[in-house]
């Protein structure tokens, strides 16, 4: 398995300001000591409950953030504090698919227009924009334009729609039309990676599979990797061949999907797990997920950051903060209960 992504100890601590004299009065701390590696041509799924730190740690990646500290690697190359600038080209390579359809799509352009802005916004030239040795400068002769209408035909066709829809706007589609079209930008420049935040919890429940297949289909047929974030399990178990659980801003377990979910260790992997209702259980009412609230990023537990809510805590975990145990291959946990396994 070769590593398209590598991040190394990052840390993302937003600063909390005082409105009056504008001095720090304190971080939320969204991200502590990931350490993650995405590999070519899977979809890594991240799931944790809401205010863990999911977006931000993919809007790190695609270094929509700077982070605090840490390290991002893209394919060996150092990206952490790359300028906006040095950034274009991983830019054409790194996409975000955003949760919200509605928001994400300029409702005053016609799909066509949606579909052209990244190759002006890029300077992308339509022949030889993947080509790593070729930043030809973008311009639109009549051989390009050419070149831009054909690529988006393609793409159009691609997601599963007609080209009708070009000459129109976004107000007229439904939600899960949308976010096909919202698809479409986000691979019309050709890359290798995207980061798809939530991409279905907007769409109604029967729309949802139609997109989560569409993106399956996609990343068979573009060969792209994809981080996939969601707070839904059974989303995540049907579209992940690996999975990264949040907690409070670090990874808790990273695992394959079968391993994880036939051979999850941390107690909050499984509390996740016994969250899900099961088709033949009868009950409508949601089962209780874990104990007590989540506590505040701003504020976090000392020792292991779930001690407050795990049912098998011990004096250790009230003290000690527990390391991220390799406890077999390509299966890692962040809980004492695995400490001598590994
Ligand atoms: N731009 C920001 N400035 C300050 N704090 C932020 C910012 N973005 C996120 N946070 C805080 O960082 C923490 C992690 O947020 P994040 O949005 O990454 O979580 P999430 O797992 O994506 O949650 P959700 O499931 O609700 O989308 C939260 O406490 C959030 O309030
Ligand atoms: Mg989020």
């Given at each position: ?15 909390i300001?005082?409105?009056?004299t ?9 991200l502590?000591?990931?350490n ?53 080209e991983y ?43 070729s930043?030809?400068?973008?311009k ?7 070149k ?14 007609k ?19 919202a ?16 991409p ?29 974030i969601?707070h ?44 899900v ?23 976090p ?25 390799e406890?077999s291959?390509?299966h ?11």
């Amino acid at each position: 398995m070769q590593e398209l992504i590598k991040i190394k100890e990052l840390n993302m601590h937003y600063p909390i300001t005082d409105g009056l004299t504008g001095n720090i009065k304190g971080y939320t701390y969204a991200l502590n000591n990931v350490n993650l590696e995405i590999y070519e041509n899977e979809i890594l799924g991240l799931v944790g409950e809401s205010g863990s730190g999911k977006s931000t740690l993919g809007n790190c990646i695609l270094r929509l953030l700077k982070p605090t500290s840490g390290e991002i690697y893209y394919r060996g190359e150092d990206i952490t504090s790359k300028t906006k600038k040095e950034l274009q080209e991983y830019r054409k390579r790194a996409q975000l698919i955003f949760q919200n359809p509605y928001m994400s799509l300029n409702p005053r352009m016609k799909i066509y227009d949606i579909l052209k802005e990244p190759f002006i916004v890029n300077k992308s030239n339509p022949v030889s924009h993947f080509a790593a040795d070729s930043p030809s400068p973008y311009k639109c002769s009549i051989k390009n334009r050419e070149k831009i209408e054909e690529k988006i035909r393609e793409i159009i066709s691609l997601i599963g729609m007609k080209e009708e829809v070009l000459n129109r706007y976004p107000h007229e589609f439904s939600g899960g039309q949308r976010q096909r079209i919202a698809i479409a930008r986000a691979i019309i420049l050709n890359p290798e990676f995207i980061a798809a935040d939530e991409p279905v919890s907007a769409l109604d429940v029967s729309i949802q599979a139609q997109i989560i297949n569409l993106l399956i289909k996609l990343k068979e047929n573009l060969n792209l990797t994809m981080l996939f974030i969601s707070h839904d399990l059974s989303v995540i178990k049907y579209i992940s061949d690996r999975i990264a659980v949040m907690y409070l801003g670090e990874i808790v377990e990273l695992a394959s999907k079968d391993e994880l979910f036939n051979n999850h260790k941390h107690p909050y992997t499984e509390a996740l797990l016994n969250s899900v209702p099961h088709p033949q259980d009868d009950t409508t009412e949601k089962k209780e997920i874990i104990k007590g609230e989540i506590p505040s990023p701003q504020n976090p537990p000392k020792g292991c950051k779930f001690h407050t809510r795990c049912p098998y805590v011990t004096d250790k975990c009230r003290i000690e903060h527990p390391e991220f145990y390799e406890i077999s291959p390509n299966h890692r946990v962040r809980c004492f209960l695995c400490e001598n396994k590994s």
